[in-house]
């Protein structure tokens, strides 16, 4: 059974798609990047998942339950952080956490308490109205964890968090993951989805572009540097997209047939040249902005 399915899921808001027919599926034990720009339609898929708006077609299940009719049920196994946690509890943060291990009726919740309390340097004496976001964020991670869901969605985990704390939460989902738990993981960091999923859709205007397996970097497509002397022609090579060009120097991006490549880089006006995988954000550039690069 897939961890999550999405079948042909739109919303539209004034006329306009949010996301338009969107189908995806994540299965146990992944991590799952969710990769787009700004407006693209993660919190709208994400929104869906967790039952705050419902959508105009298609459905949505986490581990087989339908997102509509059993909200109740995934909400038992499923945790969830926002980008942009705003929790105004006047509780403190280890009466929070405490309060979220009874619920969810955790094993040993006070080491749990204390080992996340840790991890993330949180304060057990503040009040949750007077942390900062970042440190709200770090509450609402814990919270996250210390039920010990079968399931994660994160929506851009790392905004507001320091590079320490960052790292921390790594390698804990990591830890996590390696004891089942999946996580769906939506962000803007690149590299950050490039280390950590094991897979990653990429979303723009509300549309699914592409699922790729991170580990699978040569199906994506190579990318091609060479300096040259004089005139040189790309009119024998097919799936081509120029990324730059100078009057002795080229990158192109290649996903034609390789024994044309090899048969193009034997042209004698081609001194030197290297051929790679492209990054996340080369590949990220080339599916959004029709090949503009840094
Ligand atoms: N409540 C709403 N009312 C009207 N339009 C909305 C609403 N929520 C989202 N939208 C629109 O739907 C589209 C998708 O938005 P969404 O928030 O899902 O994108 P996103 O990929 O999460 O963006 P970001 O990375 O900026 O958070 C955008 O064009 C957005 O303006």
Do not use: W
Not at 29 to 38: A, R, S, V
Not at 83 to 95: G, I, L, N, P, Q
Request: glycine content about 6%; aromatic content about 8%.
């Amino acid at each position: 059974m897939d961890a999550i399915t999405i079948n042909g899921l739109s919303k539209q808001y004034n006329k306009k798609y949010a996301i338009e027919n969107v189908s995806l599926q994540v299965a146990e034990g992944e991590i799952f990047g969710f990769i787009g720009p700004n407006g693209a339609g993660k919190s709208t898929t994400i929104k869906v998942l967790l039952n705050f708006i419902k959508p105009d077609a298609g459905h949505a299940a986490i581990f087989g339950r339908d997102c509509q009719q059993a909200a109740k049920e995934i909400k038992t196994f499923t945790g969830y952080v926002s980008s942009d946690v705003r929790f105004y509890s006047k509780m403190t943060t280890a009466e929070l956490l405490a309060f979220t291990a009874d619920f969810h009726q955790v094993k040993q919740p006070k080491k749990e308490i204390q080992n996340l309390m840790e991890l993330f340097q949180i304060d057990p004496n503040k009040s949750i109205a007077e942390l900062s976001l970042g440190n709200k964020k770090k509450v609402g991670l814990a919270s996250a964890l210390i039920a010990q869901p079968r399931m994660l969605i994160l929506d851009e985990p790392t905004n507001g968090l320091d590079p320490l704390i960052q790292k921390r939460l790594f390698e804990e989902l990591l830890r996590r993951n390696k004891q089942g738990m999946t996580i769906f993981l939506s962000s803007h960091d690149l590299h950050e989805i490039q280390t950590y999923a094991h897979r990653t859709a990429f979303i723009r205007e509300g549309q699914i572009i592409t699922v790729k397996e991170l580990s699978e970097e040569e199906n994506f497509g190579k990318v091609v540097t060479l300096t040259n002397e004089g005139s040189l022609s790309l009119a024998g090579l097919e799936n081509v997209q120029v990324l730059a060009q100078e009057s002795h120097s080229l990158r192109f991006f290649y996903q034609g047939d390789m024994n044309q490549l090899a048969h193009f880089l034997t042209n004698p006006a081609i001194k030197e040249f290297t051929i790679e995988h492209p990054t996340l954000e080369q590949q990220f550039m080339l599916l959004y902005e029709g090949g503009s690069q840094k």
